[in-house]
């Protein structure tokens, strides 16, 4: 069974995704840099299916076969330097976006590369990065029987990499892989998550991105 570690799992975001990698069959590491805390989270989760979720430190999360970047943007990349010896030549999946409120709304703040994950892919040149769940809201993840019906957006560079990691998103309930192209689209890929916070913000609700006229 392919083992799924989250950097920074403890949040909204990284528990959403963590529960449906754990219904889709997954045994699934939520990783923190308080291991404490991160079983602690991890005991309150209940998948429903064969896989399993626990919690772990940063470090043992990195040893998974497969690791999500769930952290805040500010701290991804020391986090990242950290345990890069751990996810070399490893499918380092990145679900970060660079923003900043002003106001009532989510702005796109964009790095020197262009994108988060590209800040990433040079700090680790050897894992093959690829994006996914940038635009999903974090409460309808969570909450199992929420009736999300979302399709997740996919960005990377080794394409059998992001053939992997479409698999495993369409495994889980409620969500649809996407191939959009290389790592190239990252930056517009984060950028469009602050659009949909903010209308979300703004109309009260709790929206995802779902694209029609594709074949399903």
């Known amino acids: 069974m392919t083992t799924v570690g989250i950097l920074g799992g ?6 959403g995704v963590a529960i449906r990698l754990a219904c889709a069959g ?7 840099r308080d291991a404490e805390r991160a079983f602690e989270v991890a005991s309150r989760l209940e998948p429903q299916g064969t896989g399993k979720v626990h919690g772990v430190s940063n470090a043992d999360a990195a040893k998974c076969d497969v690791v ?8 991804t990349l020391e986090t990242l330097r950290d345990v890069a010896s751990s996810v070399e030549n490893k499918i380092v999946v990145s679900m970060v976006n660079a923003m900043q409120k002003e106001g009532r709304e989510m702005r796109p703040v964009f790095p020197a590369a262009g994108s988060c994950a590209q800040e990433i892919a040079a700090v680790l040149p050897t894992s093959k990065i690829v994006t996914a769940f940038n635009h999903l809201p974090a409460a309808q993840m969570e909450d199992l029987d929420s009736g999300i019906n979302a399709d997740v957006i996919l960005s990377a560079n080794d394409n059998d990499a992001m053939a992997e990691v479409a698999t495993m998103v369409s495994a889980m309930p409620g969500l ?9 689209l990252a930056g517009t ?3 469009f998550t602050s659009v949909c916070i903010s209308v979300n913000i703004r109309n009260k609700a709790h929206s995802y991105v779902k694209l029609e006229g594709l074949a399903r």
């Open 189 to 191: 890929i984060e950028a």
């Open 26 to 32: 997954y045994e699934v590491a939520i990783g923190s």
């Open 176 to 184: 649809h892989a996407i191939e959009a192209g290389s790592l190239a």
């Open 10 to 15: 403890t949040g909204p975001a990284g528990r």
């Open 68 to 75: 999500i970047v769930a952290t805040p943007w500010e701290s």
